[in-house]
């Protein structure tokens, strides 16, 4: 609101009037001003605003150099807003060095904001970008201008705003709109991609500059940072483009997600839930991402290949990675350990000894009792197990 | 019912003893166990007949010192397992109401016919009164039989022909042979 200015409604040197509206409103950025309900006309060089009559008898009234504005937009009015009022967004650039009287010397926003309670006759925002690109306040048009300058009074055509008509194309332009925009997006993520060889790279020789340096560093951070380096990234990440078949890319990535797991998952109790499987084996991959049925197609494909890891699917359907080593009979003969040692476990205590989710723990639990090596204690106070005192006492 | 004085078994200061266990083979051993305690604490309490809804009141069924309870369609799954044993029967169609028989029927049967025998008492008519509350029977392990349960044990000594019930309206008893 700073960017305007207390100015004389007259006409500078070619200067001329191009749409007057009445009942405008100006807004400082979000905030109503108390310039209201006044008559708004706009020039090829500036935009005046007067209360009512005052422009006609010539007294003084605000004016914003168009020069100032840097692009205009319309507010779109919410869907179920029936009022007729239309808003115009003006940006405005920084203020000159102007020293001339304005209603207000500061202003946080960049914008103004233009309020026609009455909607607008005239097309007011295609004659704002048609002036903003005459750029009539430059010297050089002026030389064009001053010919004809009846030409350039003609208002651009007039759009169909109103009817059925006017909403179809309303709606298609807002479409083509969001094609356009959408477009520019992939656009911008095709360019990511090209971009990410060039980063996997990045972070590759970040890690061996680090290994090199490994005798002098000892700072905390850097071993951190090291350690997520080498811990989570697949120098070469499997893809779909470098195999003839689905079966052959299975396998590849099989070895691959076995590569990358295998060290977590002793780490976790030898065994990981297919959840966790998919972000882990995503965020290792950063790009490329795998769809969760590749994910889930690839552990499949362990079996066959005599990988260290295997799928395992509970009687209740949750499948989890785990170590081949390990069978039903040995996990739940730890399972039952671990709840002799602790005389009682819930599912939850269990997932925080080993590390793991209730989801698993609470599978670890079922299929101990089905074995027979635990039993169940269903009370008030949740679900509990037991060591099986019934068959180890008689 | 409340103070008898029972054995309390480990089994019972167990949580796990409270909850039916979904393995068939830890099912078993529980209900087994729970088929012990059950005609162990009503032979001492000298119980005939039991309401599930009242029952599941009892300290039996409730340990208070772990704050476990079992639940009555589970109680009443266990007496229908005892039902197929002969030491229980149900006597209402909701099976709510159960006969607990400690000795089976036919056990009672010989029980009560070897006292006749025993006394000599063959041939005599006797009330069923006198069976049960008599003062003679006092020290016997019948003492105290409900007239609907002596009705039943002695229906089968009946079918053996070892005593002939009377069940006229001004007097009702039995005569062994």
């Not at chain 2, 704050?67 to 039902?83: F, H, P, Q, T």
């Not at chain 2, 056990?107 to 000599?120: F, K, Q, T, V």
């Amino acid at each position: 609101m700073n960017r305007v200015k207390y100015a004389s409604p007259l006409l500078l040197e070619n200067e001329y009037t191009l749409v007057t509206e009445y009942n405008v409103r100006l807004y400082d950025g979000d905030q109503k001003t108390s310039f209201e309900g006044g008559q708004l006309i706009i020039t090829s060089h500036r935009i005046l605003w007067g209360r009512p009559g005052a422009i006609e008898t010539g007294q003084t009234c605000l004016a914003l150099n168009l020069s100032l504005v840097v692009y205009i937009e319309e507010e779109s009015p919410g869907t179920f807003s029936f009022s007729r009022s239309r808003k115009i967004i003006l940006f405005l650039s920084e203020n000159s060095n102007d020293q001339s009287n304005g209603p207000q010397y500061t202003s946080i926003y960049n914008f103004i904001k233009l309020s026609f309670r009455e909607g607008y006759q005239h097309n007011v925002v295609d004659t704002l970008n048609h002036v903003l690109q005459q750029k009539a306040w430059e010297p050089k048009n002026v030389q064009r201008q001053v010919g004809p300058p009846s030409t350039s009074k003609i208002p651009p055509p007039i759009k169909l705003r109103t009817g059925i008509v006017g909403i179809e194309r309303n709606l298609q332009e807002k479409q083509k709109k969001a094609d356009e925009s959408i477009s520019v997006a992939f656009q911008d993520l095709n360019k990511l991609m090209t971009m990410a060889k060039d980063m996997v790279k990045l972070s590759q020789t970040i890690s061996t500059k680090i290994k090199e340096k490994q005798g002098d560093i000892t700072d905390d951070d850097t071993v951190k940072f090291k350690s997520y380096l080498l811990s989570l990234g697949i120098d070469d990440p499997v893809t779909r483009d470098s195999y003839k078949s689905n079966t052959q890319y299975y396998r590849g990535l099989a070895r691959e997600i076995c590569t990358a797991l295998k060290e977590p998952i002793e780490k976790m109790g030898g065994m990981m839930g297919m959840t966790d499987v998919f972000c882990r084996v995503n965020r290792a991959r950063g790009l490329e991402l795998l769809s969760p049925e590749d994910t889930l197609n690839a552990c499949k494909a362990m079996e066959a290949l005599d990988l260290p890891l295997k799928l395992y699917q509970f009687n209740s359907g949750v499948m989890v990675l785990q170590l081949r080593t390990l069978d039903d009979d040995t996990v739940s003969d730890a399972t039952a350990q671990l709840i002799k040692e602790n005389e009682s476990v819930n599912c939850e205590e269990l997932g925080q000894f080993l590390g793991i989710s209730i989801v698993l723990a609470k599978e670890r639990l079922l299929s101990a009792e089905k074995a027979g090596k635990c039993c169940r204690d269903d009370s008030i106070e949740g679900l509990r197990f037991y060591p099986n005192l019934f068959l180890i006492d008689e | 019912m409340a103070d008898v004085e029972v054995n309390w078994p480990w089994q019972y200061s167990f949580p796990p003893f409270f909850t039916l266990q979904p393995h068939p083979e830890t099912r078993s051993k529980q209900v087994s166990a729970w088929k012990t305690l059950i005609l162990e604490y009503c032979k001492k309490a000298k119980i005939y007949t039991l309401d599930v809804r009242e029952a599941s009141q009892w300290p039996l069924f409730n340990n208070a010192a772990i704050n476990r309870k079992l639940d009555s369609s589970v109680i009443i799954s266990i007496l229908s397992e005892l039902a197929k044993n002969g030491n229980a029967a149900a006597l209402d169609k909701g099976r709510n109401r159960w006969d607990i028989y400690w000795h089976t029927l036919e056990e009672w049967a010989s029980i009560i016919y070897s006292y006749i025998s025993d006394s000599g008492l063959q041939n005599t008519v006797l009330t069923f009164y006198e069976i049960s509350n008599g003062a003679d029977t006092e020290s016997q392990e019948f003492a105290g039989m409900p007239i609907e349960v002596l009705i039943k044990v002695l229906r089968l000594l009946e079918n053996d022909q070892k005593c002939e019930l009377i069940l006229s309206n001004d007097m009702q008893g039995v005569k062994f042979f």
